[in-house]
């Protein structure tokens, strides 16, 4: 979920096993959602959007849910690998049209163990 | 196709100092961004540009100016460093599709200002 203060939540998984991700995000009226990886050191790498018309969407190892009646969005990647470990953050386009701004949570730290 | 470059990687600087952060892109995109990140907290917009010519103000703009050179350039100055503006600056851009919104970031600027 979404960090409180300095600290970012984390998540510690065993290699192998499935991991889910969670935000929550903050304006009902936003339309598109993106979850993006950073691994220290380096910037934010796309990994998989959805649109507000959709409930879930999959990609290769990794699904999006949606439940827009809660405002919350999660990211699940079966079968965790080492190369996962990262700082997980959903992001969300607020005012629609043609305005692409994004608004970025504070991230999840996602730690692997092998 | 190098993506986004951002320049330089690493700078120090003395607060009143100022000093100008460039970024380039090479994907023809329309929006490009200038984000900070500070620990713990996920990426704040501090200016965008929607397409060349125009620019607008983000979430965290005081302190900074930008100027959108042509599409493949947006540079982030910094009039008069002071502490606070200790960060890392990403820059990223969009091909504003209306399609999709992900935006492509480039490697980062750490900036420590003392």
């Known amino acids: 979920g979404e960090s409180v203060g300095l600290h970012l939540p984390t998540l510690s998984v065993q290699e192998g096993d499935n991991s889910i991700i969670n935000c929550a995000y903050s304006?009902?009226?936003?339309?598109?959602f993106i979850w993006y990886k950073q691994v220290s050191g380096k910037g934010p790498q796309f990994i998989i959007d959805?649109?507000?018309?959709?409930d879930k969407r999959q990609g290769q190892r990794v699904t999006v849910l949606l439940n827009k009646t809660v405002k919350h969005l999660s990211l699940q990647i079966a079968a965790t690998q080492p190369g996962d470990s990262a700082v997980y953050f959903c992001?969300?386009?607020?005012?629609?049209?043609?305005?692409?701004?994004?608004?970025f949570g504070k991230g999840t730290l996602l730690t692997v163990n092998p | 196709n190098a993506g986004v470059t951002q320049t330089p990687k690493f700078q120090v600087l003395k607060t009143g100092q100022s000093m100008t952060l460039q970024c380039a892109q090479d994907m023809n995109h329309n929006s490009m961004y200038w984000y900070r990140q500070d620990p713990g907290m996920g990426l704040r917009l501090i200016y965008y540009s929607a397409s060349e010519g125009t620019t607008d103000k983000g979430e965290v703009p005081n302190g900074y100016n930008v100027s959108r050179l042509n599409k493949r350039e947006f540079s982030l100055r910094l009039e008069s460093a002071a502490p606070s503006q200790t960060s890392v600056y990403f820059c990223a851009s969009s091909r504003s599709s209306g399609v999709s919104y992900e935006q492509y970031f480039g490697p980062g600027t750490r900036l420590t200002v003392t």
């Open positions: 992001a969300e386009n607020m005012s629609g049209g043609s305005n692409y701004k994004l608004t």
């Open positions: 959805i649109r507000s018309n959709m």
């Open positions: 304006n009902s009226a936003s339309d598109y």
